[in-house]
């Protein structure tokens, strides 16, 4: 197989500098490009962070992009002028924003993931089975922890699943979504979807999904130990999409979940 080749948006990020360690070893993929939203003197592995530009990606078959929602739409933007793939990590979009991805994607293929792991993309999954079998009679609410530097919340992992509960009722999320709480000890169900956000400390990501009747409560839960399992969904994610046609793609259609 051709290497393809790779630039990484965000690289002095967590994820950012994930990435760029992990695709050295990287099977079929070649870094090029580096970028950030700001001018970077020193270089990462040989390589000369760029800001967001049409020569820092002219070189690129696919973008990685983990950032923020405003630098996405940016790089969406020009590697929609140069017909380049786009793999979404990024979190906390709004509505607005959401539809503007979808816009883009009829010109490019982009994938978007709330969450890269393969783990918590069988949770969603699975999610959307339960909130489907148990119907109405059960209430449901989301709970995360990330570490202390993670800026939004509920995370974007958290609201996926927020969505398979939804999905699982043939119901409209945005209709359906509760109360964000933050660092609260406890929260309660409602006939809405709550969602409760810890930061603390360095926690990789845990998520928890919780269906309760009167009778009963089912939780389903995922735990995630080290952030390289992101970047190798990222790849995996990046090496599928390069086959396909402009459109809007998720981890669900890389695993033939559906």
Not at 162 to 169: C, D, E, F, L, P
Request: hydrophobic letters at 35%; charged letters at 25%; one cysteine or more.
């Amino acid at each position: 197989m051709k290497k393809i080749n790779l630039a990484i948006t965000g690289c002095l990020g967590r994820m950012g500098q994930q990435l760029v360690k992990s695709s050295k070893n990287a099977k079929n993929l070649r870094l090029v490009s580096v970028t950030e939203n700001r001018i970077v003197n020193k270089k990462l592995f040989g390589l000369k962070p760029q800001l967001n530009s049409e020569s820092a990606f002219k070189n690129a078959n696919i973008i990685i992009d983990f950032t923020v929602p405003k630098c996405t739409l940016e790089i969406l933007k020009i590697a929609s002028k140069l017909n380049k793939r786009v793999v979404i990590g990024t979190t906390g979009f709004s509505k607005k924003e959401e539809k503007l991805i979808k816009k883009y994607s009829r010109k490019i293929p982009i994938l978007k993931a709330g969450n890269m792991s393969l783990g918590i993309n069988l949770l969603m999954y699975l999610t959307e089975i339960a909130s489907k079998s148990l119907g109405n009679n059960f209430l449901s609410k989301v709970f995360e922890i990330h570490h202390k530097h993670k800026k939004d919340y509920p995370s974007g992992t958290a609201l996926m699943l927020g969505k398979g509960i939804a999905t699982g009722k043939n119901k409209d999320f945005y209709k359906l979504m509760g109360k964000k709480y933050l660092n609260k000890k406890t929260f309660p169900f409602s006939k809405k979807i709550n969602f409760n956000s810890i930061r603390k400390g360095e926690i990789v990501g845990n998520h928890k999904v919780l269906f309760s009747s009167e009778k009963e409560t089912i939780t389903l839960n995922h735990e995630a130990f080290d952030r390289a399992l992101y970047s190798e969904g990222a790849f995996t994610s990046a090496k599928w999409l390069m086959g396909k046609k402009p459109g809007l793609y998720s981890m669900q259609d890389v695993l033939n979940f559906k």
